[in-house]
């Protein structure tokens, strides 16, 4: 007799705070829309917990808070997230440790490979091509202009995915933090180690050279690190906020703990 084979696969993960499911599916989302998704809701839900808004907003569209929500969210962050004003002393040890970082004219010479994402994309499915074509250029780095050539859903694949020298307004912010950064694993020449998500897909990128650009004296360039140490200080109380909020409303489907800031993509 023939044994019947089992045809029922796993039902997709939920992505969901508390009660409120934001989307049904969250492998159908990226992990950095998935915690911006879940991160707002527990913002929202906190807004709503403290009298800031409305019990019966109604929850995330799509990912799309309604106005009132937005609001008061930015009322919420205001009142428990607070950022001391760096004194002097603190600048001048963080430009001392990060002269790079306030170079002008600093130029990145890069080529890459875009895995575009479209409407109705299998993202899951786009996600494992892309760290397939990732590890086989880094396994083969001769090979990345006719992997580019087959597989970059960019013009310039045409090009061996060549994207000539930039410098960081000539690209999308989240692209141009990945391509600047200034971080032991990211700060170098070769293929990249981790996929570099972008507005516009995933990419494998190549950096074939770096110009550092010219240093800049710490008085001139005060205020930008005056706000630099602010952002970073926004960021730490946000992501504890974060932990607080999360132990309040149970989060499933992403962990808000793999990003530096959840809100940031």
Not at 68 to 85: K, S
Not at 239 to 257: E, F, H, P
Request: a negative charge; aromatic letters at 4%; one cysteine or more.
């Amino acid at each position: 007799m023939l044994s019947t084979l089992s045809t029922d696969t796993a039902a997709p993960q939920a992505l969901r705070v508390g009660h409120i499911v934001l989307a049904d599916d969250a492998a159908a989302l990226t992990e950095a829309e998935c915690r911006q998704r879940a991160s707002l809701e527990l913002l929202r839900q906190a807004a709503i917990d403290e009298g800031l808004l409305a019990a019966d907003d109604p929850a995330p569209d799509d990912g799309v808070l309604s106005e009132a929500a937005a609001e008061a969210i930015d009322v919420w962050l205001a009142q428990n997230l607070r950022v001391p004003e760096p004194d002097e002393a603190s600048c001048r040890r963080h430009h001392a440790a990060h002269t790079s970082q306030y170079a002008v004219g600093e130029r990145v010479q890069a080529r890459h490979i875009l895995f575009a994402v479209t409407p109705g994309v299998d993202v899951k499915a786009l996600r494992l091509h892309a760290e397939q074509a990732l590890l086989d250029v880094r396994s083969e780095p001769g090979r990345f202009g006719e992997v580019a050539g087959k597989l970059s859903n960019c013009p310039t694949g045409e090009q061996g995915g060549d994207l000539g020298w930039l410098t960081a307004t000539d690209c999308a912010p989240e692209f141009a933090s990945e391509l600047f950064a200034k971080d032991e694993g990211s700060a170098n020449v070769g293929v990249l180690p981790r996929l570099v998500h972008s507005r516009f897909g995933l990419h494998v990128v190549e950096v074939l050279a770096r110009d550092p650009g010219r240093q800049q004296p710490f008085e001139a360039v005060r205020d930008a690190v005056a706000q630099s140490l602010r952002q970073q200080v926004w960021v730490t109380a946000l992501r504890q906020a974060m932990q607080l909020l999360a132990g309040r409303w149970v989060v499933q489907g992403v962990d808000l703990d793999t990003a530096e800031s959840p809100l940031l993509q």
